[in-house]
Nanobody
Framework: QVQLVESGGGLVQAETSLRLSCAAS???????MGWFRQAPGKEREFVAT????????YYADSVKGRFTISRDNTKNTVYMQMNSLKPKDTAVYYC?????????????????WGQGTQVTVSS
């Protein structure tokens, strides 16, 4: 079993930054990690993913160049640095863990999910 706890969300103005954290506990941290988000009235969507080593990352086009996923396996924590935030980035952000061979971009690729952290970007 893996437990994931997100933190770092909040209310910020457009064009500022936030860093989200996701602390994992339970099984060893040798799994791919992803970030997803869900805006009100919309489906949950992929944001970013990192292989367990951190050597391979992939981003949704909507955040490429603004968001960076990273991880510190010594702390069992994955991060997402979000720069140049826009009102359209407003959503609940979820981290997820995957035991798949590759770091996927689909919800079905992930085995465990956190409870989410709210990010609200005002214009």
């Amino acid at each position: 079993q893996v437990q994931l706890v997100e933190s770092g969300g909040g209310l910020v103005q457009a064009e500022t930054s936030l860093r989200l954290s996701c602390a994992a506990s339970g099984r060893t941290f040798r799994y791919n990690m992803g970030w997803f988000r869900q805006a009100p009235g919309k489906e949950r969507e992929f944001v970013a993913t990192s292989s367990w080593s951190g050597g391979a990352t992939y981003y949704a086009d909507s955040v490429k160049g603004r968001f960076t996923i990273s991880r510190d396996n010594t702390k069992n924590t994955v991060y997402m640095q979000m720069n140049s935030l826009k009102p359209k980035d407003t959503a609940v952000y979820y981290c997820a863990a995957s035991f798949g061979v590759v770091a996927g971009t689909q919800i079905k690729d992930y085995n465990y999910w956190g409870q989410g952290t709210q990010v609200t970007v005002s214009s």
